[in-house]
Each structure stands twice: as structure tokens, then as C-alpha cells.
């Protein structure tokens, strides 16, 4: 049984067949939709027509005849008795769980989650809704200066809109690019007519029924039609809770991406996928970290599905797979007008970055170093060259992860 | 034999599917994907890494005979 059926459910599901996995297999969602792609959601997706046609993962042959329980939800789980409990409060039983739950947006205040006019961004039907908003002229407040608030503002100006973003810290997305691209990027975002309040919170949002505005910690006011709230993520583990595992930060596992009690022995039968697992990486010295970029979920789910696999076949090649290494490399992109940047590796742990190729205000590759060891890479463009650090970042036990990813 | 797609009006040459599959897929000198249509079945495990691991989900395989 796969609890979330977004990308890591997929590809946990296509794994195990893979791997030889012939039996039933469930997968339950609470969205309606098949599996598809968040990405594009904040950029091409959002600029043209949001559909879920546009984003959906293909089927594979392979996981023709899986069970798709969307519009599922799945509100809590007992471990010990292998059982789940449904939404309508049915209880369905299983031989192996695995939670590919991922993440949910969080809020700025309670109210805003129904409050007309603001927005957060994590499902088609969330783009749908803020695409019909972001008409021309409309005036848009982004909170959080990441990726996903930084790419909002770049589609929504493409859009026609007024745009300003709110962020708390001195520069859009300082942490994964460094002071000197992240100076860069904000320079082309503001040439193209996004307003910044950077080092900046939002202490109330203003309006009755519908969004007027916001009201900043200097007293300030930036009045709105649009509030997109792209302020980061809660991990979906609360259906979890109760059982005996380590959920802070994420659940955590083993390297075979089995759930921790909170002795810190495995369950045998119980997996975690993706942006909700907090896994040891033999590259960052297998200090359990969730990390929240696209190609982890794929990573992770390839993992435990294999495993998984052999370990429900009884094959003695498990103990091997267990033993095998798990080093998945953190990639990372982000579109923003014409803006193409694509990362290996963790920037974020970096204390200095460097320009190793072009120039900053073109095409220009950075890396990122803790002393001498380079743990990062991220290019505008000159993507061979990027690409050509792939190996250099990912070096076993490179560097330990002090705190978790970002 | 495996016959490989790419959808030209979604590829944006991020390059993973050449990590995944460097016999099959490469980046020319202008950074553009470049692609072998028709690869050997031993090519086929890599290009399915391929196909999951491509940001714009724009490769695909063609039934083949």
C-alpha cells in the first residue's frame, strides 16, 4: 500500500514492478487527479492554460493495473496492527506501507487559507485559481522570496501584472544561489518591473471577504488584489502520529528507506518516499536531511521499491541492495523569464561561492565550496558546463549536513 | 531495438537525461540536446531512468517491433 499518489508514489509503484513485484498494490490520494508533474506549475503552466492533461505523468504498461484510490485521504495509521484508516472511516489493511505523503504549503495566518484573492501554490487546481487572478493591471503581492514566490513573480509579470515581493531575507533565494547570483537575479527581476521588500514580513493581511492588502512589520502598506503566499512547507506526517516513529523534520529512515522507530531500529515493513523522508545520503555523510528538489522523490522511490520488492519475494539478494550506497545527487532548476538556472549538489551548505565560467550578468556558472570541497554547482545557462561539476559535488561523505537542507 | 521520442516543443535541454543515458543522449556545443532515435535493447534500463528523470517529461518510448 502506497499512501500519496503524486511522484513518488508513481515511481514507487513502477519500481516495485520493476523489481518483480507481481502482487496488489494500492495507491491512495487525497487529490483527485492522477499523478502528474508540480513543476511547470509556477512557470509555463501558469503563463498558458493550467490543466492537468498538460502536467499529468504518463502510465506506464507496467502499473496498468494498480489501484488508484484518489480522493482518498488517508487520516491516520496503526503500525503494529498494519492498518489504515480511510476519510469515511473505513479501515484498510496492509502487508507493507509506504509514506510518500510530501509536503503542503503553509500559510501566513489561519484566515488566509479562505480568504478570496490569496493563494497558495501546490496543486493544479491551486494554479488553476491563481491563473484566473493574475489578470493584467491586477496588483500581486508575493510572499517568500524561494524559488517557487520568485518564479510566480516572473510568470505574473510575464502576465501583465503589477508584482512586488515580500521576503525576509536580505536577497531572493540567497541561500541556494549565494549573495552574488541571487544579487543578479533580483537586478533582472527588478529591470523587468518586479518591486522588492526584502529583509521584510507580513504582519497582517487586510480585507474582510477579499484580500485589500498587506500591512509590513515597518508600518508600511501595499495594497493588492492577488497575495500569493510561497513561504515554504509543513511534511504531511500527522497521519502518522501516535505510531512509533521519528517524524520532526520529516519521517525519519534508514538508508534503505525504511521508517525509524524512535530507538532508531527499522520497521521492516514500513517505507518513506520523497519530500516527506528524512534519509541518510553516503554524500553528505549519511546525516538524515530531507531534501526538496524534484529528482528526490524518483531517487528515494526507486530505492525502497526495489527493496521492498525483494524483501516481499524473499530474495537473498536484499541483504546486497540494503548494503548498496545511496547517494542520490540533489539537482535542481528554476525558469525565470529567460533566466535558466540548473544546480547540482547543495549550495545551501556552502560559506563561499565562486564565479568558475562567464560572466554574472550573462550566462555564468557559480560554485559553491565549505573550505576547498566544492558541494555545490548552479549555472545560468551553459548547462555542459554545469554538468561538468556533477561529479565533483557528489563525492561520498563529502560533507556532513549540519542542519537540514533547505 | 528501442525507439526513443522527444518532444521537441518541451525539451528545454536540462541535460539529466544525459546522466542517466550518455550513450543514448548528448548536449552539442550550443548546450542543445542532441538524441540517437534508435538505440540497442541493452540501452533500455537508461533510458527509462531517462524518461523519470527528465524535468519536462519529454521523452517517451515508441513501440518498437
Known sequence: ?406 | MVNVDVDRTQCQNFGQCVVEAPKVFRLNARDEMEYTPVVDDSELENVEAAIDVCPMQAISLLAGR
Open chain 1, 1 to 406: 500500500m502506497i499512501v500519496g499518489a503524486s511522484l513518488g508514489g508513481l515511481r514507487t509503484a513502477e519500481a516495485l514492478r520493476r523489481s518483480g513485484y507481481a502482487g496488489p498494490l494500492e495507491v491512495f490520494g487525497d487529490e483527485l487527479h492522477a499523478p502528474y508533474n508540480r513543476p511547470p506549475l509556477s512557470k509555463d503552466v501558469l503563463g498558458g492554460e493550467v490543466s492537468h492533461a498538460a502536467v499529468a505523468f504518463p502510465q506506464r504498461a507496467t502499473t496498468a493495473d494498480v489501484e488508484w484510490r484518489l480522493g482518498t485521504r488517508v487520516e491516520s495509521a496503526d503500525l503494529e496492527r498494519r492498518v489504515v484508516c480511510t476519510a469515511d472511516g473505513s479501515e484498510v489493511r496492509y502487508r507493507a506501507l509506504v509514506a510518500a505523503t510530501g509536503l503542503r504549503p503553509k500559510r501566513l495566518f489561519p484566515r488566509t487559507a479562505s480568504l478570496a484573492g490569496a493563494f497558495a501554490l501546490r496543486t493544479v487546481d491551486d494554479a488553476g485559481a491563481l491563473r484566473d487572478a493574475l489578470t493584467p493591471g491586477a496588483r500581486v503581492v508575493v510572499v517568500g522570496s524561494g524559488f517557487l514566490g520568485c518564479e510566480v513573480a516572473a510568470t505574473a509579470r510575464r502576465l501583465g501584472c503589477e508584482v512586488t515581493v515580500v521576503g525576509s531575507a536580505r536577497l531572493p533565494m540567497q541561500r541556494p544561489l549565494g549573495a552574488a547570483l541571487a544579487a543578479e537575479v533580483m537586478r533582472r527581476h527588478e529591470e523587468r518591473g518586479v518591486a522588492f521588500r526584502m529583509g521584510m514580513s507580513v504582519v497582517e493581511v487586510q480585507g474582510g471577504e477579499a484580500v485589500e492588502g498587506v500591512r509590513l512589520a515597518d508600518g508600511s502598506e501595499l495594497p493588492c488584489d492577488v497575495l500569493v503566499e510561497a513561504i515554504g512547507s509543513t511534511r504531511n506526517t500527522e497521519w502518522l502520529s501516535g505510531n512509533d516513529v521519528d517524524a520532526e523534520e520529516g519521517l525519519r529512515t534508514d538508508s534503505a528507506m525504511r521508517v525509524l522507530r524512535a530507538d532508531g531500529r527499522s520497521w521492516e515493513d514500513v517505507f518513506a518516499v520523497g519530500d516527506v523522508a528524512r534519509f541518510p545520503n553516503a554524500i553528505y555523510g549519511e546525516v538524515p536531511a530531507a531534501i526538496e528538489h524534484w529528482n528526490i522523490p524518483t531517487e528515494t522511490a526507486k530505492r525502497a521499491g526495489r527493496i521492498l520488492a525483494l524483501q516481499l519475494a524473499g530474495d537473498p539478494l536484499l541483504d546486497d541492495a540494503i548494503a548498496e550506497r545511496f547517494a542520490p545527487v540533489p539537482s535542481f532548476w528554476s525558469d525565470q523569464y529567460d533566466i535558466r538556472l540548473l544546480a547540482y549538489g547543495l549550495p545551501a551548505l556552502a560559506d563561499r561561492a565562486e564565479l568558475l565560467a562567464g560572466s554574472v550578468d550573462g550566462d555564468c556558472v557559480f560554485g559553491y565550496f565549505v573550505g576547498s570541497r566544492m558541494v555545490g554547482v548552479c549555472g545560468i545557462g551553459m548547462r555542459s558546463a554545469v554538468m561538468g561539476y556533477r561529479d565533483e559535488v557528489s563525492r561520498y561523505g563529502h560533507v556532513a549536513i549540519g542542519e537540514p537542507a533547505p
